[in-house]
Nanobody, 116 residues
Framework: QVQLVESGGGLVQTGGSLRLSCVAS????????MGWFRQAPGKQRELVAS???????NYADSVKGRFTISRDNTKKMVYLQMNSLKPEDTGVYYC??????????WGQGTQVTVSS
């Protein structure tokens, strides 16, 4: 069974940066499109960035120009570089695969808190 483990979250001030990492327990990334999701307090989980197996990326409008998703298949890892952070970026961040396949079991996520 695939296990996804996210890390790198923390508390930062507005305008700060964080780099999130996600590692899988199996050779899961190869061939899978991957994404970073976030869940803000009281809100549904949303997809903020995705990357295809070939490296093409896509971003939600709210993070475009500030976040960068990348992957290293040999290390079975996906990264999310977050710059110019805003209080509305606060939430728990998760990685998982994206379309055309359904998500697998969610990891514990990593908390990102941006103070104003």
């Amino acid at each position: 069974q695939v296990q996804l483990v996210e890390s790198g979250g923390g508390l930062v001030q507005t305008g700060g940066s964080l780099r999130l990492s996600c590692v899988a327990s199996l050779s899961f990334f190869r061939g899978n499109n991957m994404g970073w999701f976030r869940q803000a307090p009281g809100k549904q989980r949303e997809l903020v960035a995705s990357i295809t197996s070939g490296g093409n990326t896509n971003y939600a409008d709210s993070v475009k120009g500030r976040f960068t998703i990348s992957r290293d298949n040999t290390k079975k890892m996906v990264y999310l570089q977050m710059n110019s952070l805003k209080p509305e970026d606060t939430g728990v961040y998760y990685c998982n695969r994206v379309a055309p396949y359904a998500q697998v079991s969610w990891g514990q996520g990593t908390q990102v808190t941006v103070s104003s």
